[in-house]
């Protein structure tokens, strides 16, 4: 299928690469990375122009890789400096070279032309930088469905009730309408749940017994990284909007990486304004987290399965789907220009 | 592949719906089947028209399925009931009903448009309303098959000398003729092995010791259900062809569901008018017949990956095709009205 | 895919054949084998012209093959002669008859027509007649991977730095140029590398210390056998290039049977005019064999699996590719000789 090339991926936590030759697949592109001597992540198509060997199967020799079939070497820009038993070394033995980015323990590569990486679009949050937040990364959750469907699921408030009940829903919230801004650059759908019983999550973060107010607000930053704001507060401050930081706050963020068709990896973090610097609190969230997002893997894996059947009409759309209808109509556009 | 919709499918056995959700493939349809409070069955799509999640991954509310993802709810004739957020209801908003019914503890399911279901062409044999008659259930034995070529299996009697050799054949039939009747609705093969040594089955099953004389008819009701009518009697007897009744006489029952173009379910069951109310003898005949459907199931599963391979010739067709080639036909009328 | 046909490929060594039917699968044909009561071997077509059943799933009786499902019975020349049920026999109920021949423990099948079968092209070397050599049977090496891709890298020297440093190579090879002749029917590539240290099979099977000559010669008779003629002296002799005899000499044998596009086996046996008669050195021979090709496998499936992602530009060509390039260029030819 087609992607959206020029854009940022994740392509993992910075604690997954070191000086040893990491096969990744995004975007059906098959890319070999490794850590070089200067602690920079450096990526490169992982398949040697001559026999198609993946250079992953080869040999890091300083910051250069040497093919495991002929020994045709690679230096870590891409360019072929070796080729043994023979002195010229075509124009055309080289290797695509991929812009890469790390921040925040976070690896990015940029999966168009390197030359085209934008600075500025690698995803931040001022969150990150302030010392009255925790950050923690999660998990790599592997998701047997196409990411469009991972990343709709992202910016859909309305699943919560029936796919969380017990974690981050509950039966309060099933008819309480989603607002949608569609308008601006990131898409945001949110609701708040006003004077209801705490879910489960804040049941155990927060330690609210009465009634609270709930939000749960969806950002999605095209193509594919989410960033979920979700919180409680007493419901008798009757906490405005814009003041969400007086509450409990939590945000999930989401970094999908489409890997084929049918196959998305989401890592999974999280940011909070509570228990900081508590790393227990931080484990037993995930634990929660794992739970809710394990839901939402089986639903997304059935669906991909359904979806291979024969179809014989088209799905219907609902009031509900409008953060996810303009998110599949944008990035239509963003892979097929032409036709926007 | 095509397949013939206006007809009776057996879905399973009574005993495999309760009132939880239970979803099957039949004629590459999903659908999701419960057992209501009524103690009926009711058989619905398995897709939620919104965002195609099987319905089966949902939850019963009463006799209604609420969606897994977002709660849409259908009622057990397929209305949809309810979209929590909204107040209207698309009239998209439905999945497809089938007709079912259940007779003799099976449940039966009508997979064209559950108005043109036939009640009369529900299967049906007079022995199972005669108390001189004694009918178990056996298994539900799955193929890696075509359907057509389990069906076509199930109307010859050439067969079984060679696949059964120790339980439902022997040597002594391998060259006896067969006979075919094709004029009505219902194919018909047979043949009579007189003046023989009882098969295994009738060793064990009738007590015999001296020669017999056995009958197999194989009787094809179309699309999908078999009756085998086997049987022996003393040899010196010299029974008649219309007086089976008077020796040990057993129907073996198959009710094919086809899954997809290679995977067919054969739920096969049997009824006797020996040993009535013995379920010893019961289970020793499940025994039996499951030794010699897994000799079916080997050769029919080796068939089907034989086919797959490229072919360069025709098969040839044989005196004994009779049967399996009129059915083939058959069906291709069926299937194809407008060529027959 | 489109093969070769008329050639001899390997079937198996003659310790894989007895009096029992076994299925084969070459050039994407099932062929049914088994050794006849004259102690030869015959091979059929392996599916029954009626309802497609492999024959090997039937039963040898004498050297007739009794089909598992109706009987037809067919001799070994692949007629039909019988028919249970019926007196005359279809013209059309015959299966292809293949040639095979048996040599030095080896079965060769001619893959196309059997009147077509040219015996002086069975592969044959006249070490194998010679009391001062040794010969001495590997195994079946099964590889997910072209045939063509594996025949290429047996006329190859280049490889053997990289992919056997510990066992065929060493790094002082790894510049040594590689000298090809494609002019004969035989495709032939070789290097010597002079006064150099013992490659580690050298170390163990020569008893070398002090530098040696080292020799690969890769001849690849098409379609599908390789000899590797490789060896060592002491350097101070400075052997003759047609001298080879007197160093230690070993012939590792290739018989590459195409299973299909994606599957080939690798039956390898040695030869060698050292350590003759010792059985001993033949197994350890076979150890460290099997790690230098298991470092092939490992090398040529995962070429295989990246050439089925999708690709933008074509391989690169470099002047290691003579040999290779050349094969394909020939095999083109056989299969298609109009292109030729």
Redesign the interface.
């Known amino acids: 299928m087609s992607y959206v090339r020029n854009a940022w991926y994740v392509a993992g936590w910075s604690s997954e690469f070191d000086a040893s030759l990491k096969r990744v697949v995004i975007l ?1 592109q ?1 890319i070999v990375m490794y850590r070089k001597a200067d602690g920079t992540v450096a990526a490169l198509e992982d ?1 040697c ?6 250079l992953s ?1 080869g040999k890091l020799i300083g910051d250069d890789i ?7 070497t690679f230096n870590c820009e891409g360019k072929c400096v070796r ?4 002195d010229n070394i ?1 124009a ?2 080289f290797v695509t070279n991929y812009a890469v980015r790390e921040k925040h323990d976070i690896v990015f590569i940029w999966m168009g032309d390197a030359d085209d990486a934008v600075e500025d679009d690698i995803f931040d949050l001022p969150q990150f930088h302030s010392d009255q937040w925790h950050a923690h990364q999660g998990d790599a959750l592997h998701l047997k469905a196409n990411y469009l ?1 991972v990343a709709e699921n992202l910016v859909d408030p ?2 919560v ?3 969380h009940p017990t974690t981050l829903g509950n039966a309060a919230s ?5 607002h949608v801004d569609t308008e601006g650059e990131v898409l945001v759908a949110w609701r708040w749940i006003r004077d209801a019983p705490p879910i489960g999550f804040f049941q155990k973060f927060g330690g609210f017994k009465g009634n609270v107010d709930r939000w749960h607000y969806y950002y999605l930053h095209l193509p594919c990284t989410a960033v979920i704001d979700f919180g409680s507060a007493d419901a008798d401050r009757n906490l405005a909007e814009e003041s969400r930081d007086e509450g409990v706050r939590i945000f999930a963020l989401h970094f999908l990486t489409p890997v084929n068709e049918h196959y998305t990896i989401d890592r999974w973090m999280h940011l909070r304004n509570a228990a900081v610097g508590d790393e227990d609190a931080s484990i037993q969230m995930d634990k929660l987290f794992r739970v809710a997002f394990n839901e939402d893997k ?2 997304l894996e ?2 991909d399965e ?2 291979q ?3 014989t ?1 088209k ?6 789907d409008k953060g996810p209808t303009v998110y599949r109509r944008r990035i239509d556009a963003m892979v097929n220009p032409d036709y926007s």
């Open positions: 059906e098959a398949q122009p001559h026999r198609l060997l993946p199967k040497q093919c495991g079939y002929h020994g045709m080729v043994p038993g023979q075509p055309s033995a469907n309305a699943h009730s029936f796919v099933e008819n309480v309408p989603v089986e639903i059935a669906i359904q979806e059947m024969v179809q009409r799905p219907i759309r609902l009031a509900i």
